[in-house]
């Protein structure tokens, strides 16, 4: 179960502040990738829900926390977009849609304080990412950030579990809209994956828009 042990180090800091950053749709074949950055707010440590990594928990509990993270934590989230996936790859794209999310949380701290706080931004996973491919977005934050990668972060760190559920919960919410305009696809279950309910339908439809086309089988199936 992940604990605050993290974030308890921050307590008495006043210049640096930890968030937590976790990604959701690496692996789709439609639909975005999408990351969540999360800070906890300090006063609400001994009266949170009982949060774990996304992965873990049913979905009505998960949608409980989304619906309240409001009232405890600070949130922000970046995406990019199928048309990145396939323009970038993949890695590159989940890079774009983590420095974005970490962008709006520096930025939304930043309107809210004159101290010129720095971030330590802790990250899911065991791969650090190429935030300097992105240049101009990275310049605004660049020398205000420290990257640590955690492995198995979202089961050991309270905030990186919140940010796994916020990102699945919210993509979840995405492609369920996508569902309404793709309805032959079985997006409201399967939320873009790889199912065989999946590919049987991409095989009878085609594929759309939001399906990813440099990504195996519909590379294979539909080439270029």
Known sequence: MPNLFEEEKYLFNSDRVMIGVDEVGRGCWAGPVLSCASYIYPSKFMNLPKINDSKKMIKKHRREIYVSSSTFSKNAIGCSTVKEIENFGINASNDLAVL???????????????????????????????????????????????????????????????????????RDTIMHQQHVLYPHYNLKKNVGYGTKDHRDMIMKHGITKIHRRNFKPISTIFGD
């Open 100 to 170: 974005r999310a970490i962008v709006l949380m520096v930025q939304n701290f930043s309107f809210n304080t004159d101290k010129n706080l720095f971030f330590d931004i802790l990250l899911d996973g065991n791969r650090f990412p190429k935030f300097e491919i992105f240049k101009k977005l990275y310049d605004l934050i660049g020398n205000r950030i420290k990257i640590y990668c955690i492995v198995k972060g979202d089961s050991k760190v309270m905030s990186i579990a919140l940010a796994s559920i916020i990102a699945k919960e919210t």
